[in-house]
């Protein structure tokens, strides 16, 4: 089992800048698994927003937050993090984090690889 708790929502401008952080507990090795950020935003499909693999050599992003956006980990310290800079109100959602047994240099943006989700954290964009 593997438990994620993220946070680091909040409330913040237009323009301005949060990091997310994502925190994993439990008997399954942190540094096997992919790391993905997912958001929720109302009456919307969850979407992928950023992806990175399990040694952190490989990251993908969402066309929507690519050059505003930063996923990275420390697998010692087993976490993720997810740096937004930028941010419209178009961010506004709920991020998950969520993990994937991966051990290739390629995360998934596939919503049913991700085996453990986190509870999510608010993030609300003031225009």
């Known amino acids: 089992q593997m438990t994620l708790v993220e946070s680091g929502g909040g409330l913040v401008q237009a323009g301005g800048s949060l990091r997310l952080s994502c925190a994993a507990s439990?008997?399954?090795?942190?540094?096997?698994?992919?790391i993905a950020w997912w958001r929720q935003a109302p009456g919307k499909e969850r979407e992928i927003v950023a992806a990175?693999?399990?040694?952190?050599?490989?990251?993908r992003y969402a066309d929507s937050v690519k050059g505003r956006f930063t996923i990275s980990r420390d697998n010692a310290k087993k976490a993720a993090y997810l740096q937004m800079y930028s941010l419209k109100p178009e961010d506004t959602a709920v991020y998950y984090c969520?993990?994937?047994?991966?051990?290739?240099?390629?995360?998934?943006?596939?919503?049913?690889?991700?085996?453990?989700w986190g509870q999510g954290t608010q993030v609300t964009v003031s225009s």
């Open positions: 969520a993990a994937d047994y991966r051990l290739n240099q390629i995360p998934s943006f596939t919503r049913d690889d991700y085996e453990y």
């Open positions: 439990g008997r399954r090795a942190f540094s096997s698994f992919a």
């Open positions: 990175i693999s399990w040694s952190g050599g490989g990251t």
